[in-house]
C-alpha cells in the first residue's frame, strides 16, 4: 500500500510544474482577451445603437436599403452578416446557411471564455494542493528550521496559483456573461431580418 501512496504522491508532484506552466498561459489567454474584449465593447456601443435604429426602422419596403444605411465599421462582425442576410435574402437555404454560420461564430467565440472559466478553477485548485504534500510531509520530519521555510515557499506556490486560476475565471465569466448578452441580441436581429 505505501509503495501505491509513494507513486500517487510522485505523480501528483511531478504534475505541479505542468499546472504552473498552463496557468501561466491562461493568464496570458485572459489578459489578451480582456484587450479584445475592450475593443470589442468600443465596436459595440458605435453601432449597436445604430443597428437598434434601423432594426426599429426596418419594414419589407425598405429591407433593399438596409445595407447602405448600416454603419460602415468592418470591425462589427454583425454588420457584415447583416449585409449578407439581405444580398441574399430570397434564399431561403442561404439565409439558413449565414444564420448557422453566425451561430457557428458565436460559438467560437465564446470557447475561449469558457474554457477559462472552468479550467481556471481546476488548475488553481491543483496548483494549492500539489505543493501541499510535501510541506504536509515537511512537518513529519524533525529538522523544523528548514521545514519552516521549505513550508513557507509551498504555501507561497499554493496561493499563488489559487490567485491565478481564480483571477483567469474571472475574467472568463465577465466576458463570457457580457459577450452572451450582445450575442443574442445579434442573433434576434438577424433572425428578425430573416423572417
Not at 465596436?43 to 419594414?59: C, D, F, P, W
Not at 445595407?67 to 447583416?82: E, F, H
Not at 439565409?95 to 488548475?123: H, W
Request: hydrophobic residues 50%; aromatic residues 10%; positive net charge.
Amino acid at each position: 500500500m505505501n509503495y501505491i501512496s509513494d507513486v500517487l504522491f510522485w505523480i501528483s508532484t511531478g504534475m505541479l510544474v505542468p499546472v504552473i506552466i498552463l496557468l501561466i498561459f491562461f493568464f496570458l489567454r485572459a489578459l489578451l482577451l480582456l484587450g479584445g474584449f475592450f475593443g470589442q465593447y468600443l465596436v459595440k456601443r458605435k453601432s449597436g445603437a445604430e443597428i437598434r435604429e434601423q432594426m426599429n426602422t426596418l419594414t419589407l419596403d425598405n429591407i433593399d436599403t438596409l445595407g447602405d444605411r448600416l454603419p460602415k465599421n468592418k470591425q462589427a462582425v454583425i454588420v457584415s452578416y447583416m449585409k449578407k442576410l439581405v444580398d441574399n435574402r430570397q434564399s431561403k437555404a442561404q439565409v439558413n446557411r449565414i444564420l448557422d454560420q453566425y451561430a457557428q461564430f458565436v460559438e467560437k467565440d465564446l470557447s475561449l471564455p469558457s474554457t477559462l472559466l472552468k479550467m481556471g478553477p481546476m488548475l488553481g485548485l491543483m496548483g494549492t494542493l500539489i505543493p501541499m504534500g510535501p510541506a504536509l510531509v515537511g512537518l513529519s520530519t524533525g529538522d523544523i528550521a528548514s521545514n519552516i521555510a521549505s513550508m513557507a515557499y509551498n504555501m507561497q506556490v499554493a496561493f499563488a496559483t489559487t490567485v491565478v486560476g481564480l483571477f483567469s475565471a474571472a475574467i472568463g465569466f465577465v466576458t463570457k456573461q457580457t459577450k452572451n448578452r450582445w450575442y443574442t441580441e445579434d442573433m434576434s436581429n438577424l433572425e428578425f431580418m430573416a423572417d
